[in-house]
C-alpha cells in the first residue's frame, strides 16, 4: 500500500500531525514504544505545562537560540493562544499558574495525551514498531521497521531530541538526517543542572538555598534573572536551568564561572552607614540576605565577626565583592541525557519554516524537538512541539 503520509513518533508534534491528517489523507503513525506520549505524561511534573500567556513575539523573544525566528510561520498559524483554544474545544479548560504558565485544570498531563488522541483514529497508530531507516526514492520514501517496510509518499520525523531516552528519545532523528544527507547539530543538554565541585569539596553547604536574583556567566555585561537553587551538587533552579545551554557552550571554550547577586542592597552603604553603632559585621550582613548565606559569606571572607566601626576598607570591599558576585566556578552541565530538553537537532537551514518540509528532500519533513529548535522551561517545548507539527501536516493536507 502507498501511504500518503506517515508520522513517525507519537509524541506531542507527531499526535497534533496525525490530528490534522486525520480524515483528510491516508496515513499511520509508527511508533517505537509499547504507548505514546511517554515523555508527555512526565511533562510539568505530571501535570504538562503545555503553554504560556505570551504573545508570539514576547515568545520568540524569549528563546535562547539565535535563528529563534524561524518560529514565526509556524507560532503565527498556532501560538499559545491557539495552543489554549484547541484544547478548549477538545473539553480540556487550562489554567494559569504565576500568571505565566497554563497547564490542564485536571491536574493531570494524561488529560493533554486523551485530547490529542480524541482528535485521531488509534487504529492508525502502530506501537513497538521503532523506524530503522528511511529510503528516498524518487517519488516516494520507504521506511523501514523492524516488523514491515512502509510506503509513503510524505514522511512527518517526529521522533524527538535525546534527553530521557527511557521515555523514547534516542536520538534518532540524526541517524536518519545522516542517512539522507540533511545537515545536523549533535544533540546537546538544555535546560539542566550545573555541577560545582566548589560547593562539594569546600563545603559551602548551601544545599536548599533559594533566591531570586542576578547571575552574570564570567565577565558578560549581560545579567541574568531569575531563580537559584543550591544544591548537594551545584546549582539549580529556573535561571539555572535556562542559561545551562548557554553555559554547556561556553565549557567547550572556556572555564565558566557563576557570579550570583546575594543581595539587592548596597553593601558599601550599609556597612558606612553602621559605622556609628555597635552593630557586629554579621548582623550587617543578615540584614541584607538570609542568615544562612550571611553566615556563609562571613566564613569565605575569612573576616572575623567584630563591630562594624572596626571594619578596615578593604574588608567592607571584600564583603561587598562577595555580595554582590558570589562566585561559584562550573565543572560540568548535566548529560543530555538527564536534561530536560537537548539543544541540537537538524538544522534549520535545511527545512523550510513555512511548511517544516526539507529543502534538499520534499515530502519529507522533520518537526518538535529533533529540530535546533527549543526554549526554556514554561511551556516553550510543547507549544514548538505542536505548533511545527501542526504546521508541517497542514501542508501536506493542503497539497492534497
Ligand atoms: C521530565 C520532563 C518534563 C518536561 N516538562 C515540560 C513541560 O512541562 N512543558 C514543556 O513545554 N516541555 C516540557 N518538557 C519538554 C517536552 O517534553 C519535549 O520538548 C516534548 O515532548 C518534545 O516533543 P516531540 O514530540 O518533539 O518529542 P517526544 O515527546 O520526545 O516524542 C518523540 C516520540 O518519538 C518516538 N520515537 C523515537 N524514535 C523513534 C523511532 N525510531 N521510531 C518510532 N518512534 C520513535 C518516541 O518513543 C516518542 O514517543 C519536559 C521534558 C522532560 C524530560
Same mark, same amino acid.
Not at 482528535?119 to 529510503?135: A, L
Not at 531570586?212 to 531569575?226: L, M
Not at 552607614?273 to 540584614?287: A, G, N
Given at each position: 500500500?502507498?501511504?500518503?503520509?506517515?508520522?513517525?513518533?507519537?509524541?506531542?508534534?507527531?499526535?497534533?500531525?496525525?490530528?490534522?491528517?486525520?480524515?483528510?489523507?491516508?496515513?499511520?503513525?509508527?511508533?517505537?514504544?509499547?504507548?505514546?506520549?511517554?515523555?508527555?505524561?512526565?511533562?510539568?511534573?505530571?501535570?504538562?505545562?503545555?503553554?504560556?500567556?505570551?504573545?508570539?513575539?514576547?515568545?520568540?523573544?524569549?528563546?535562547?537560540?539565535?535563528?529563534?525566528?524561524?518560529?514565526?510561520?509556524?507560532?503565527?498559524?498556532?501560538?499559545?493562544?491557539?495552543?489554549?483554544?484547541?484544547?478548549?474545544?477538545?473539553?480540556?479548560?487550562?489554567?494559569?499558574?504565576?500568571?505565566?504558565?497554563?497547564?490542564?485544570?485536571?491536574?493531570?498531563?494524561?488529560?493533554?495525551?486523551?485530547?490529542?488522541?480524541?482528535?485521531?483514529?488509534?487504529?492508525?497508530?502502530?506501537?513497538?514498531?521503532?523506524?530503522?531507516?528511511?529510503?528516498?526514492?524518487?517519488?516516494?520514501?520507504?521506511?523501514?521497521?523492524?516488523?514491515?517496510?512502509?510506503?509513503?509518499?510524505?514522511?512527518?520525523?517526529?521522533?524527538?531530541?535525546?534527553?530521557?531516552?527511557?521515555?523514547?528519545?534516542?536520538?534518532?532523528?540524526?541517524?536518519?538526517?545522516?542517512?539522507?544527507?540533511?545537515?545536523?547539530?549533535?544533540?546537546?543538554?538544555?535546560?539542566?543542572?550545573?555541577?560545582?565541585?566548589?560547593?562539594?569539596?569546600?563545603?559551602?553547604?548551601?544545599?536548599?538555598?533559594?533566591?531570586?536574583?542576578?547571575?552574570?556567566?564570567?565577565?558578560?555585561?549581560?545579567?541574568?534573572?531569575?531563580?537559584?537553587?543550591?544544591?548537594?551538587?551545584?546549582?539549580?533552579?529556573?535561571?539555572?536551568?535556562?542559561?545551562?545551554?548557554?553555559?554547556? #557552550?561556553?565549557?567547550?571554550?572556556?572555564?565558566?564561572?557563576?557570579?550570583?547577586?546575594?543581595?539587592?542592597?548596597?553593601?558599601?552603604?550599609?556597612?558606612?552607614?553602621?559605622?556609628?553603632?555597635? #552593630?557586629?559585621?554579621?548582623?550587617?550582613?543578615?540584614?541584607?540576605?538570609?542568615?544562612?548565606?550571611?553566615?556563609?559569606?562571613?566564613?569565605?571572607?575569612?573576616?572575623?565577626?567584630?563591630?562594624?566601626?572596626?571594619?578596615?576598607?578593604?574588608?567592607?570591599?571584600?564583603?561587598?565583592?562577595?555580595?554582590?558576585?558570589?562566585?561559584?566556578?562550573?565543572?560540568?552541565?548535566?548529560?543530555?541525557?538527564?536534561?530536560?530538553?537537548?539543544?541540537?537537532?537538524?538544522?534549520?537551514?535545511?527545512?523550510?519554516?513555512?511548511?517544516?518540509?526539507?529543502?534538499?528532500?520534499?515530502?519529507?519533513?522533520?518537526?518538535?524537538?529533533?529540530?535546533?529548535?527549543?526554549?526554556?522551561?514554561?511551556?516553550?517545548?510543547?507549544?514548538?512541539?505542536?505548533?511545527?507539527?501542526?504546521?508541517?501536516?497542514?501542508?501536506?493536507?493542503?497539497?492534497?
Amino acid at each position: 500500500m502507498l501511504y500518503d503520509c506517515i508520522v513517525i513518533g507519537g509524541g506531542p508534534a507527531g499526535l497534533m500531525a496525525c490530528n490534522q491528517l486525520e480524515k483528510h489523507l491516508n496515513y499511520i503513525l509508527l511508533e517505537k514504544n509499547d504507548k505514546v506520549g511517554k515523555k508527555l505524561l512526565l511533562t510539568g511534573g505530571k501535570r504538562c505545562n503545555i503553554t504560556n500567556n505570551l504573545s508570539v513575539k514576547d515568545f520568540i523573544e524569549s528563546l535562547n537560540v539565535s535563528h529563534k525566528k524561524f518560529l514565526y510561520p509556524a507560532l503565527t498559524q498556532f501560538g499559545p493562544k491557539d495552543v489554549i483554544q484547541f484544547f478548549n474545544s477538545r473539553g480540556l479548560e487550562l489554567e494559569l499558574e504565576q500568571n505565566f504558565k497554563f497547564f490542564p485544570k485536571t491536574g493531570k498531563s494524561s488529560s493533554v495525551l486523551e485530547a490529542l488522541l480524541k482528535g485521531m483514529d488509534e487504529k492508525r497508530i502502530h506501537y513497538n514498531e521503532p523506524v530503522r531507516k528511511i529510503f528516498k526514492q524518487e517519488t516516494s520514501f520507504l521506511i523501514e521497521t523492524d516488523k514491515e517496510t512502509y510506503l509513503t509518499k510524505q514522511v512527518i520525523i517526529a521522533v524527538g531530541s535525546n534527553a530521557y531516552p527511557s521515555m523514547g528519545s534516542s536520538g534518532d532523528a540524526l541517524l536518519f538526517a545522516k542517512h539522507l544527507g540533511v545537515l545536523y547539530k549533535p544533540f546537546t543538554p538544555a535546560e539542566t543542572y550545573l555541577f560545582s565541585n566548589k560547593v562539594k569539596t569546600e563545603d559551602l553547604d548551601l544545599q536548599g538555598v533559594a533566591l531570586t536574583t542576578q547571575v552574570r556567566i564570567n565577565q558578560d555585561k549581560k545579567t541574568h534573572p531569575g531563580d537559584v537553587l543550591f544544591t548537594h551538587f551545584g546549582v539549580s533552579g529556573p535561571l539555572i536551568l535556562h542559561i545551562s545551554e548557554i553555559v554547556y #557552550d561556553r565549557l567547550e571554550k572556556e572555564p565558566v564561572t557563576l557570579f550570583i547577586e546575594l543581595t539587592e542592597q548596597d553593601p558599601i552603604l550599609e556597612f558606612n552607614q553602621k559605622r556609628t553603632t555597635k #552593630d557586629m559585621v554579621l548582623s550587617v550582613l543578615e540584614s541584607m540576605t538570609s542568615k544562612r548565606l550571611a553566615k556563609k559569606v562571613l566564613d569565605v571572607s575569612g573576616i572575623p565577626n567584630k563591630r562594624v566601626s572596626d571594619m578596615k576598607k578593604t574588608e567592607v570591599e571584600a564583603l561587598n565583592r562577595l555580595l554582590k558576585a558570589f562566585e561559584i566556578p562550573i565543572d560540568r552541565v548535566e548529560v543530555k541525557e538527564k536534561a530536560f530538553v537537548n539543544a541540537g537537532g537538524i538544522l534549520v537551514d535545511e527545512l523550510n519554516p513555512k511548511t517544516m518540509e526539507c529543502i534538499a528532500h520534499p515530502g519529507l519533513y522533520f518537526v518538535g524537538e529533533s529540530t535546533d529548535l527549543q526554549g526554556p522551561i514554561g511551556g516553550f517545548n510543547i507549544t514548538i512541539a505542536l505548533s511545527t507539527g501542526r504546521l508541517a501536516a497542514n501542508h501536506i493536507v493542503s497539497k492534497g
